[in-house]
């Protein structure tokens, strides 16, 4: 497995992958299959360049997160590994890859957003060290 992080000339796999999400698990994403297949190149292209973003390759695209800048703190977003990958380590290193890429840029929060009914989500952040915080479908992490 590698974690791979995409370029804007790689558009493709970060529609691909995003696409494949969508249709998967459309409850756990604030948008939509419908709505991102109408997306063209442009679009993907200016996606892809925005903030970071990670595919896990297993070896073809096998899982997914993002994040991007925000005035308080770097925003994860968009994570999500296909169902016959779960539970192999993928979600947990693409978040450390996140975490290590927040480190690096010298970000001093990541925050989230996670359905409180996601149990696997929740745990897998609180093992990478997040905690709640006010909001209940939120959880945040103090990087050091």
Do not use: C
Not at 4 to 30: C, K, M, N, Y
């Amino acid at each position: 497995m590698q974690i791979h992080q995409v370029t804007p000339d790689e558009w493709r796999l970060w529609r691909d992958i995003r696409l494949e999400a969508l249709g998967s698990d459309p409850e756990e994403f604030g948008s939509t299959l419908a709505r991102e297949q109408e997306f063209g190149e442009d679009e993907w292209r200016a996606r892809a360049a925005e903030g970071l973003k990670l595919v896990a390759l297993d070896p073809g695209p096998a899982g997914l997160v993002a994040a991007t800048g925000e005035p308080d703190g770097l925003y994860l977003y968009s994570m999500w590994v296909r169902e016959s990958h779960r539970g192999r380590g993928l979600g947990e290193a693409l978040v450390s890859a996140v975490l290590t890429w927040a480190a690096g840029e010298g970000w001093k929060l990541v925050r989230l957003r996670v359905w409180e009914d996601n149990l696997p989500a929740r745990r897998l952040y609180k093992r990478l060290g997040f905690i709640e915080s006010d909001d209940p479908e939120r959880m945040e992490f103090r990087v050091s």
